[in-house]
């Protein structure tokens, strides 16, 4: 049994709250009161209220705030939000969940946290694509010193025919970019925290928009997935951010990751990170170690601690962090300097494809 319980709030009632953030406060009914969830659409609150048994709906975040003072906010609105809900969730004393991704520019992730900090409050991105078997496996390897120094990662995440047609993610104006902010930050994340969030130097990337017009494909790909609300209707002719980016990060001691991310693509669908160090590097998800000339080993992965029947189960493991974090003084497995340095690669990288040239993280400042 837990201490306490914490009173949660939810402000944006869309695709990820129902898949994933709902989800996660009712499972654990034993450290949280699911009390209230706002959406700008009263249709949208109200229905996930009535559906959830959540005893209170708003249709402003402000309103809610001041008359459930609750504990913890997610914050699942579209990107553009996260800034100013963010704050305003911090100045009324509550801790808080934010979606993905926390904040386009170092500064705002900066100014963000230093409010956190000068108010004792937890404030957690949510990255929760970290907690899959095989790269918690592969951070146990990593830490434990098996891979040695890390010199060079990549990733690529691709999919086929997966631009995400429920929301707004391709207007820039709400989601401030395309593939790489919404799903490369992801394995931004990841990989920067596999190799332990190294000091970066400087980013360089590239972006595309060459596949977005396919929207018979898109609508029957399987884009719209979990449970979607209130999906708006596509329209590729509105769509003004990536869907196909690469690029290189580098690090202060010589490091780099590479990567490519795809909403859609002539490729297969992949999810693959690689990580090499002097002693040895690891390769997922496959979860396979390579040393020596052809010493290859199988990383020991521990199962799913939550099976949530959804591709979300990570929401689990960051809404049970905070309250441990909030609760009992615990450090969070999420770091802010780790969520500030995912948020200056972000910009770094988007001013990069802009400039067609390198963007030093010096630059930023
Ligand atoms: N961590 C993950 O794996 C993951 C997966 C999907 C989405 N996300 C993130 O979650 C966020 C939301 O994505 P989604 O797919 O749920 O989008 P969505 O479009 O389905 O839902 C967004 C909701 O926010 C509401 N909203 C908009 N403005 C508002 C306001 N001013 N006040 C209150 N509500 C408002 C909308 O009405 C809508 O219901 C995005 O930042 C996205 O990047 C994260």
Not at 330 to 344: F, L, S, W
Request: charged content about 25%; aromatic content about 10%.
């Amino acid at each position: 049994m837990s201490e306490r319980k914490l009173k949660a709030a939810i402000i944006g009632c869309g695709m990820i709250a129902y898949s994933a953030h709902i989800p996660a406060y009712k499972y654990f009914s034993d450290k949280y009161e699911l009390v209230a969830i706002c959406d700008v659409f009263e249709k949208a609150a109200r229905e996930a209220a009535e559906k959830y048994d959540i005893p209170s709906y708003f249709t402003n975040a402000e309103e809610m705030l001041c008359s459930i003072k609750p504990d913890v906010v997610s914050i699942c609105v579209p990107n553009m939000l996260h800034k100013q809900f963010v704050l305003l969730c911090l100045e009324h004393d509550a801790n808080v969940i934010c979606e993905k991704p926390l904040a386009f520019t170092l500064h705002d992730a900066k100014e963000m946290y230093a409010l956190a900090k000068s108010k004792g409050l937890s404030l957690m991105a949510c990255q929760s694509m970290r907690f899959t078997p095989d790269r918690i496996a592969a951070k146990k390897l990593l830490d434990n010193g098996e891979i040695g120094t890390p010199y060079y990662g990549e990733f690529s995440r691709i999919r086929r025919r997966g631009i995400p047609t429920w929301g707004t993610f391709h207007i820039k104006e709400r989601s401030g970019g395309g593939a790489f902010i919404d799903i490369g930050v992801h394995m931004v994340d990841a990989v920067l925290w596999l190799m332990g969030n190294p000091e970066i130097y400087s980013v360089n990337g590239s972006t595309c928009r060459k596949l977005h017009k396919e929207i018979g494909t898109l609508q029957s790909s399987g884009a719209l997935t979990g449970s979607v609300q209130n999906a708006r209707k596509f329209d590729p002719d509105e769509m003004n951010v990536e869907d196909f980016s690469c690029g290189t990060i580098t690090f202060k001691n010589g490091a780099r990751i590479n990567f490519k991310v795809a909403w859609a693509a002539n490729l297969r669908d992949e999810t693959t990170i690689r990580i090499i160090g002097e002693k040895s590097g690891v390769e997922l998800p496959d979860g396979i170690i390579h040393r020596g000339i052809d010493d290859d080993s199988a990383l020991e992965m521990m199962p799913e601690k939550y099976e949530c029947g959804s591709p979300f189960s990570g929401h689990f493991h960051v809404v049970e962090d905070i309250y441990d974090v909030v609760v009992n003084g615990k450090e969070p497995i999420i770091k802010p300097e780790e969520t500030i340095n995912v948020a200056g690669i972000i910009e770094a990288f988007y001013r990069s494809a802009e400039l067609g040239r390198e963007v030093a993280f010096e630059e930023l400042l």
